[in-house]
């Protein structure tokens, strides 16, 4: 970063750090991280250019993933809530359900980015140390073990767009598949599915695969990506698994029908 790249962020930081702040948000400055008192969490952000604090606003300011939640605390107060989050970033709607849920969450986090899945260990780290969370650094696929290239020339490029490709030769990152975590975590049913993963869902919602294991799944949280992948061939392997399609801001909310 040249010299007066530096001091322009180190402004825009400052600004976006008040901004937070005037909004009833504690931030505190650390060397290369906001860290953010969040009531019964702390979070960690990296400070810009890094894409962090537009997706901590886009969770907790504008409250993406709020009809999720209302869903969940009206139904499964102070029950148990079985999660995949896949796409997890550096872990921001995860702690959403966790800080504002009435239920009992235990979620595994799924990120492909070695540098994402850094910060994503230490956010997490209060629920892998009481046995509530699980942090995995594969990439969602419709098979597990496949060999993955990471990108950065989707959309904005930054830490929030990375986006992953299957390719042949060995690579340093493997796939995982929902059902294999499903069987290791031995869950029978998922109550939540989150699903944001740059365009990776074209490799989940691929039907030359077997995708009966989607009847297992109650609610899906999905981020569709029109440029990579065809939102209708979704909703048609969606309706055919026995889900009803709500949408909602950015998110398409998934709804199946047999445990309605």
Not at 69 to 90: A, F, H, P, T
Request: charged share 25%; proline share 1%; net charge negative.
């Amino acid at each position: 970063m040249l010299r007066g790249e530096k001091h322009f962020y180190h402004n825009l930081n400052n600004t976006e750090s008040n901004s937070l702040s005037s909004i009833g948000w504690d931030v505190k400055h650390e060397k290369k991280h906001f860290k953010i008192n969040l009531g019964n969490d702390v979070v960690f952000l990296r400070k810009l250019p890094s894409s962090d604090l537009a997706v901590f606003k886009q969770v907790f300011k504008d409250k993406e993933y709020d009809v999720v939640l209302d869903y969940l605390n009206r139904y499964y107060r102070n029950k148990e809530v079985l999660m995949i989050d896949c796409g997890s970033n550096i872990g921001l709607s995860s702690l959403y359900l966790y800080e504002y849920g009435n239920f009992n969450l235990k979620t595994v986090c799924v990120e492909p980015d070695t540098n994402n899945f850094e910060l994503l260990e230490k956010n997490m780290n209060p629920y892998t140390e009481k046995g509530v969370a699980e942090c995995i650094n594969k990439a969602i696929h419709s098979e597990s073990n496949k060999n993955v290239a990471l990108t950065s020339n989707f959309r904005d490029g930054r830490e929030w767009a990375i986006k992953t490709e299957i390719i042949e030769t060995e690579g340093e990152l493997l796939t995982i598949n929902i059902l294999d975590i499903l069987n290791q975590k031995n869950w029978g049913c998922l109550d939540l599915l989150k699903i944001d993963v740059e365009g990776a869902e074209k490799y989940i919602f691929d039907d030359s695969f077997d995708l009966n294991y989607l009847k297992q799944i109650k609610v899906i949280a999905l981020e569709i990506h029109d440029e990579v992948v065809s939102r209708q061939n979704i909703y048609a392997i969606l309706e055919k698994h026995g889900f009803l399609i709500l949408n909602y801001s950015e998110s398409t909310i998934a709804l199946n029908k047999k445990f309605i």
